[in-house]
């Protein structure tokens, strides 16, 4: 029998979910591997996924606190689509996917886990990444560690906007 670790996956597990708005506490933090946030200005930021679907699972969020699109100004959206534009970019340059899925779930009905802070998703794809593992066995394998995939894309976010 083969067997599949990852070993992150009990902070998961074992959370009580999150609790407030992990997107504003980080409205004024600096990147780091601790805090996963590889990039943020006044108006927007991108953060790895704590609990990605694929390794280069990444989040872009406007730093205002709200669930709906049309109360960002104009800056917010066009820096927001900025970064998620930059983000699609550097995921291909760095990882080389054969595809992405990107959007936003508005609500809980639409899936957002986070619903009161709007935020985009960005899920790196390859041919065969999504097989009879979540199907059968209702688990999903993800290669690599989240701070080593985060390590790795940094230093292209240090270099946005340079």
């Known amino acids: 029998m ?3 670790w990852a070993p992150w996956r009990m902070e998961y597990i074992h959370s009580e979910g999150e609790q407030g708005c992990f997107i504003c506490d980080l ?3 600096e990147p780091s591997g601790e805090n996963l946030l590889l990039y943020r200005n006044e108006h927007a930021m991108v953060l790895m996924n704590k609990y990605p679907y694929n390794n280069g699972h990444i989040l872009v969020a406007p730093i205002a606190h709200t669930s709906d699109l049309s109360e960002l100004t104009d800056l917010e959206y066009f820096e927001t689509m900025k970064q998620f534009r930059f983000s699609l970019k550097a995921l291909e340059n ?3 996917p054969e595809g992405f899925n990107g959007g936003l779930n508005l609500g ?5 886990g986070l619903e009161d802070h709007l935020h ?3 899920v790196p794809r390859w041919h065969g990444d999504t097989n009879f593992m979540p199907v059968i066995g209702d688990l999903r394998v993800i290669p ?3 701070r080593e995939t985060y390590a790795h894309l940094r ?6 906007g340079k």
């Open 94 to 96: 760095l990882m080389a």
């Open 155 to 160: 230093p292209l976010f240090d270099s946005y």
């Open 120 to 122: 985009f998703h960005i």
């Open 2 to 4: 083969k067997v599949l």
């Open 108 to 112: 809980k009905t639409a899936g957002a």
């Open 27 to 29: 409205a004024q933090a």
């Open 144 to 146: 690599e560690a989240i």
